[in-house]
């Protein structure tokens, strides 16, 4: 096998994962109506995104050969799916949405920071946990609750970042807190693969049923267990950070632009007070 090969064969169209994604993508048009195409595009890279995650050789070899591979798609579903999702998410969509006083509730609870940062950060850190990782790879059911973790815990963590309501975001002191507090838990989850004995993950040191895409990897891509766990590891600790440290940039770069925004007003104001007079 060639990595070509892999490429192109490696791709395991699951029908429930397919006609979820489709389903997801098909409602979202139907119901948020966006109405800017920045918007819709960015929600529906982030249906796309999920369904590669999904039935890609990413999927193939995070199951059976890399951690590395298993890392990234976790990576994906909880850092970078979500906050597309979000960022495409039209305002007056979770405006008429709230307008059912128990979704409202809902809102409120999961929206305060002591609720949505463990729910985001704590299942990473114990999904990774070996005895919770091993039993995911081997049982299907717990490996799509897994999944289902990752991007529920995502969404629910990055909303008072980015969500549609700008006035339920956290201020620029809170979210900076809280995002660096992710980084640092990214971090040490990072350093703790990294440097975990070999064997901690026992699927990627000798892979079973995946004879031809294992002797690619090590042999052809010169890819041995230790690497790949290390690489997990860096992947973890530096692109997750990464992310975290984009969003603070980001939350800085709002209030600044708010600042102006509303100096400009109060100057607006200001001078037809003056000419007035």
Known sequence: MTTWDLL????????????????????????????????AALFLSGAALLLVDLVSPIDALGDHVLLSAHVLQHFLLALIIPPLWLLGTPRELVERALRQH??????RVLARPAISWPLGVVPMIVWHIPGAFNAALATDGLHIFQHLCFLVGGTIFWWPILGPLTEHRLGLLGAIAYLFSACLS???????????????????????????VARLVRMGWGLDARSDQQIGGLMMWVPGCL??????????????AAGNRDEGLAAKASAQVLHRQ
């Open 102 to 107: 128990w979704l409202a509730g809902v809102e």
């Open 243 to 256: 992310v975290y440290l984009s969003a603070i940039l980001a939350s800085v770069g709002r209030w600044f």
């Open 186 to 212: 990214c971090s040490v989850l990072g350093a703790a693969l990294i440097f975990m004995p070999l064997g901690t993950y026992p699927a990627y040191v000798q892979p079973v049923g995946q004879d031809e």
């Open 8 to 39: 192109v064969s490696g791709w395991d169209w699951e029908p429930s994962v397919v006609v979820g994604c489709a389903a997801l993508a098909i409602a979202y048009l139907l119901l948020a109506r966006p109405r800017k195409p920045l918007q």
